[in-house]
T-cell receptor, first 113, second 115 residues
Framework: SQQGEEDPQALSIQEGENATMNCSYKTSINNLQWYRQNSGRGLVHLILIRSNEREKHSGRLRVTLDTSKKSSSLLITASRAADTASYFCATLTGGTSYGKLTFGQGTILTVHP | GAGVSQSPSNKVTEKGKDVELRCDPISGHTALYWYRQRLGQGLEFLIYFQGNSAPDKSGLPSDRFSAERTGESVSTLTIQRTQQEDSAVYLC?????????????FGPGTRLTVT
């Protein structure tokens, strides 16, 4: 079964609006990462947050992590049509900071121009 | 520089045939991963190679699946006696062994269709 579960499954917004996606997981993690996938093919790494961190920023991306609730959120501010893609959270468990990832089901984001 | 490449990009095969999927990781990346993605789903981990260590095969769904890696370069994923439920996109990723080792770089995938 998938470690990460995301909601919403699909999100449709207008350009300029903010998009928020949520991810929940079941077991203790080392870190949590967000990836973007365009057109059902290769994924691109967006941002990582470690288990001892609560918030990270990268450009228009803001990630939060609440380990007590085993949940994370990804906020994309001032969205653009080019942000249209599927977004996946992925968790890393175990004692190292790298290794196999467990992915959520993903959120399909559509940004209308 | 060159990214992760995979071949073929698309493969259509008949049920019961064997298939081989190839992955060329980024040069210098010691870790290599195979994932499977069914339509509309997230990625499922299959197998992970790290340097000369024994591979982590814990995600392989059955003994029809196997993978090899030559040193720290090319990897092949073999599916024997393919079944229709094997239809999916098979994604390969690689990563460094230090620094931003957590960041996985993905190839474009091989879309496998079993008829």
């Amino acid at each position: 079964s998938q470690q990460g579960e995301e909601d919403p499954q699909a999100l449709s917004i207008q350009e300029g609006e903010n998009a928020t996606m949520n991810c929940s997981y079941k077991t203790s993690i080392n870190n949590l990462q967000w990836y973007r996938q365009n057109s059902g093919r290769g994924l691109v790494h967006l941002i990582l947050i470690r288990s001892n961190e609560r918030e990270k920023h990268s450009g228009r991306l803001r990630v939060t992590l609440d380990t007590s609730k085993k949940s994370s959120s990804l906020l994309i501010t001032a969205s653009r049509a080019a942000d249209t893609a599927s977004y996946f959270c992925a968790t890393l468990t175990g004692g190292t900071s790298y290794g196999k990832l467990t992915f959520g089901q993903g959120t399909i984001l559509t940004v209308h121009p | 520089g060159a990214g992760v490449s995979q071949s073929p990009s698309n493969k259509v095969t008949e049920k019961g045939k064997d298939v081989e999927l190839r992955c060329d990781p980024i040069s210098g990346h010691t870790a290599l991963y195979w994932y499977r993605q069914r339509l509309g789903q997230g990625l499922e981990f299959l197998i992970y190679f790290q340097g000369n260590s024994a591979p982590d095969k814990s995600g392989l769904p059955s003994d029809r699946f196997s993978a090899e890696r030559t040193g720290e370069s090319v990897s092949t994923l073999t599916i024997q006696r393919t079944q229709q439920e094997d239809s999916a996109v098979y994604l390969c990723a690689s990563s460094r062994s230090s620094g931003r080792a957590y960041e996985q770089y993905f190839g474009p995938g091989t879309r496998l269709t079993v008829t």
